[in-house]
T-cell receptor, first 107, second 115 residues
């Protein structure tokens, strides 16, 4: 089965709002990564968080990791229409992706 | 420094034909992953290869599908006797090695359409 299950499956917000996506994984991790996919294109790496880290920031992105709950969240602040894409998490131990969260940001 | 190159970008085959998808990893990368994606779905892992070795093929169908990554040249995903259910986008990704901090670099994919 696929690791890295994202939630929700789809999210629609207005420009300027924050978007939060969650990810659960089944096995232990060395690190967890988030990727973004624009429609019909390959995935682009966004951010990596190590198993001994609890929070990480990169520009408008904030990632948290809770190893006790085997979960991670990705927060995009002050969203823009250009953030519309699918977002995936992946456990570096197996590189299996989940179904992703499809984010739509309305202008 | 060119990124991961996949070709062809689009491939049309009739049922029963063979499909060959190519992936040239980034320069200096010796690890290649192949994924398959159906519309509105996530990426499904197929196979992980290093130069001249298949490391993990647990996601590959047992029949008709094969992959290689020779010492020289691109990685090839080969699908024999294609069926309509093989229609999908196939992505490859590469990394330098498999230490925990490595990230994947993806190609733009090959869209396979089986008529």
């Amino acid at each position: 089965s696929q690791q890295g299950e994202e939630d929700p499956q789809a999210l629609s917000i207005q420009e300027g709002e924050n978007a939060t996506m969650n990810c659960s994984y089944k096995t232990s991790i060395n690190n967890l990564q988030w990727y973004r996919q624009n429609s019909g294109r390959g995935l682009v790496h966004l951010i990596l968080i190590r198993s001994n880290e609890r929070e990480k920031h990169s520009g408008r992105l904030r990632v948290t990791l809770d190893t006790s709950k085997k979960s991670s969240s990705l927060l995009i602040t002050a969203s823009r229409a250009a953030d519309t894409a699918s977002y995936f998490c992946v456990n570096n131990n197996d590189m299996r992706f989940g179904a992703g969260t499809r984010l739509t940001v309305k202008p | 420094n060119a990124g991961v190159m996949q070709n062809p970008r689009h491939l049309v085959r009739r049922r029963g034909q063979e499909a060959r998808l190519r992936c040239s990893p980034m320069k200096g990368h010796s690890h290649v992953y192949w994924y398959r994606q159906l519309p509105e779905e996530g990426l499904k892992f197929m196979v992980y290869l290093q130069k001249e070795n298949i490391i993990d093929e647990s996601g590959m169908p047992k029949e008709r599908f094969s992959a290689e990554f020779p010492k020289e040249g691109p990685s090839i995903l080969r699908i024999q006797q294609v069926v309509r259910g093989d229609s999908a986008a196939y992505f490859c990704a590469s990394s330098r090695w498999t230490v925990p901090d490595e990230k994947l670099f993806f190609g733009s994919g090959t869209q396979l359409s089986v008529l």
